[in-house]
């Protein structure tokens, strides 16, 4: 039997509106039994809160630590205390890093079948990693991640964010069992590519009147893609000024930060040159000035 009190960062979601679309994300770390944890957390709410996935360590002082970068990392996305908005870099990261689909909240069962069970998966990592003569410290720092991750799989705990999997199927091939489908947690859709480190650098997430989120892979396009959202002709006559230039031009100015932004019948020029915290107080204004129920959020650091 698996260690059930494996040190864990744990990731939990809650919907205010009772649908399976969080509108929050707990970021959390436990040494004990995350059902337990689990438990404690829905005692006192009311919406549902579920397990969308765990990044396991060995020992609690890396599971800490780990869970304080994280806080770091998203901390702009704060709710309160451990609870966050649930913004696509934040999904986005559980979807590339975090254990999905963990089986510790479900009861181990044994269905009746005539026929014997294709391998696991975490059977067939362990089949692999020993055909290659490593320990399984050796490809936790193969594949970037904790020795306690690779035992958490082979255990058949859970199934592997997308990062760590490509970098499993670059060592070992394609693994049998057909889980492409059930890795990836399904929400806000599909994004075309991990974002990197780099990518992520003051990044800006937009939640908008209608619900959406508007997150791209840096704060400049965020803030254009809104502006288109919202109609740039629309926001170009509230007539707003940036560092001695309109917001939104006709032309050219040179020796100013300025993106090309082409549309199907005109040709316009918006101030590029802000920081992530003046991009935010220009896409506020524009909400009070427009009237609109839209949320920024701006976090440099991540």
């Known amino acids: ?31 004990t039994n995350l059902s337990l944890r689990q438990a404690a957390l829905q005692t006192g709410n009311e919406a549902p809160i579920w397990d969308i996935g765990v990044i396991p360590f060995d020992t609690e002082e890396e599971a800490r630590e780990e869970e304080e970068r994280i ?28 254990v999905q689909h963990t089986q510790l909240l479900i009861e181990d069962e044994s269905p009746e ?37 690779i035992s958490f799989l082979e255990n058949n705990r859970g199934t592997p964010g997308q990062n760590i999997y490509t970098k499993l199927v670059e060592l070992f091939g394609e693994f049998s ?26 990044l800006l997430a937009v939640k908008m009147a209608d619900g959406h989120w508007i997150s791209e892979d840096t704060a400049i396009d965020t803030f254009i893609e809104v502006i288109r959202a919202l109609g740039i002709e629309k926001v170009k006559q509230l007539g707003l000024s940036i560092n001695g230039i309109p917001l939104i031009a006709d032309c050219d100015y040179p020796d100013k930060a300025q993106r090309k932004v082409e549309t199907e019948t005109s040709t316009y020029y918006i101030v590029s040159g802000t920081n992530t915290e003046k991009k935010k107080r220009i896409l506020d204004n524009i909400a009070v000035r427009l009237e609109l129920d839209m949320t920024v959020f701006a976090n440099p650091r991540a």
């Open 177 to 202: 069992e057909s889980i492409t489908e059930t890795r990836q947690i399904k929400l806000f859709g599909e994004f075309s590519e991990p974002a990197t480190e780099t990518k992520s650098n003051n």
């Open 71 to 98: 806080h770091s990392r998203f901390g702009a996305f704060r709710a309160r205390g451990e609870w966050f908005y649930a913004t696509p870099r934040i999904i986005q990261y559980i979807q590339n890093y975090a």
């Open 113 to 149: 079948t005539e026929e014997p069970p294709e391998p696991s998966f975490g059977e067939q990592l362990a089949e692999r990693r020993n055909a290659a003569n490593m320990t399984q410290e050796e490809l936790a720092a193969r594949v970037g991640c904790t020795r306690g991750y």
């Open 1 to 31: 039997m698996p260690n059930q009190n494996q040190p864990l960062v744990y990731f939990f979601a809650k919907s205010n509106f009772g649908d399976d679309q969080p509108d929050f994300i707990k970021i959390g770390y436990t040494g």
